[in-house]
């Protein structure tokens, strides 16, 4: 069974440090994560750079639409001043470099393959290519998701070698079947939408794991209830439950 962390960095550390800069991943190690959680998504270019939204206006110094930005455009803009004051010149991070800081940190990571609508498989492709050329041999393989199916399905043809975990956001109950065909070895759920019986998934030999989960006694109950994994932008705070 994939052995998930108790915890891991949503965005890296998203409530103390700009989400998905390496400032917040390097902020989540500081907290104590082993783990950390990204988002990673295809640039106008085919870059893949680490950001949650589809639009780059409400995270950097940017405006419309990532899939339209080539990374020359993208690396120019300040992805911290929109945090507070402290962060102005935090950039935005290429998968590329992102990979070589979590070596370096000694960090894991749930690389969320997080498409711009109509690019789920070259943004899946592209995400297991830097993968396969950069993460360190003999360190655990990173922890692929996704919400889109069909990212998930390249993942599984192109990469089977490399762990999934089903992320599912309002439909909890589909996760038996689509695990199955996705060949899931986790599965991510919503603390707004969890399964009837959660204890099922670990009967099916799945690692369970629940976003995103910052209140110490939520994720107390979380855990006394058999899941394995909180999902949190406050490691800290969630550690110490
Ligand atoms: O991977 C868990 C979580 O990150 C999914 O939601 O929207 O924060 O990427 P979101
Ligand atoms: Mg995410």
Same mark, same amino acid.
Not at 163 to 168: C, E, K, M, N, S
Not at 194 to 223: I, M
């Given at each position: 069974?994939?052995? @998930? ?7 890296? =550390?998203?409530?103390? !440090? ?10 989540? =190690?500081?907290?104590?994560? +082993? $783990? ?32 339209? %930005?080539? $990374? ?9 001043? $929109?945090?507070?004051?402290? $962060?102005? /010149?935090?950039?935005?991070? +290429? ?6 800081? @979590?070596? &370096? @940190? ?20 592209? *995400?297991?290519? @830097? ?6 041999? /003999?360190?655990?393989?990173? #922890?692929?998701? &996704? ?11 192109? !990469? ?5 975990? #089903? ?9 038996? =079947?689509? =695990?199955?065909? #996705? ?12 399964? !009837?019986?959660?204890?099922? *998934?670990?009967? %099916? /030999?799945?690692?369970? %794991? ?8 939520? !994720? +107390?109950?979380? #855990? ?18």
């Amino acid at each position: 069974m994939l052995r @998930l962390p108790k915890v891991i960095g949503h965005r890296g =550390a998203a409530a103390s !440090a700009p989400e998905n800069t390496l400032a917040s991943i390097e902020r989540a =190690a500081l907290l104590g994560a +082993r $783990w950390v959680e990204f988002d990673a998504k295809l640039t106008k270019d085919g870059v893949v750079i680490l950001m949650h939204d589809d639009d780059l206006d409400r995270t950097t110094t940017g405006h419309g639409p990532v899939a339209e %930005a080539s $990374w020359p455009q993208i690396a120019k803009l300040d992805a911290g001043a $929109w945090f507070g004051p402290g $962060w102005h /010149g935090v950039r935005v991070p +290429r998968l590329d470099e992102t990979i070589a800081r @979590l070596a &370096s @940190l000694g960090l894991n990571a749930n690389i969320e393959i997080k498409p711009c609508p109509g690019r789920e498989v070259e943004t899946a492709a592209a *995400v297991i290519e @830097l993968v396969r050329k950069r993460w360190p041999k /003999g360190r655990e393989a990173p #922890l692929l998701s &996704s919400f889109a199916l069909e990212s998930m399905v390249t993942a599984r043809d192109l !990469a089977p070698e490399l762990p999934r975990g #089903l992320l599912i956001w309002d439909t909890p109950e589909i996760w038996r =079947a689509e =695990a199955g065909r #996705l060949g899931c070895r986790s599965v991510h759920f919503s603390s707004d939408h969890l399964p !009837a019986d959660l204890k099922a *998934v670990k009967r %099916a /030999g799945l690692g369970l %794991a629940v976003y995103t989960v910052n209140d110490r006694g939520q !994720a +107390r109950r979380l #855990l006394d209830a058999g899941v394995d994994c909180i999902i949190t932008d406050r490691p800290d705070t969630i550690l110490a439950a």
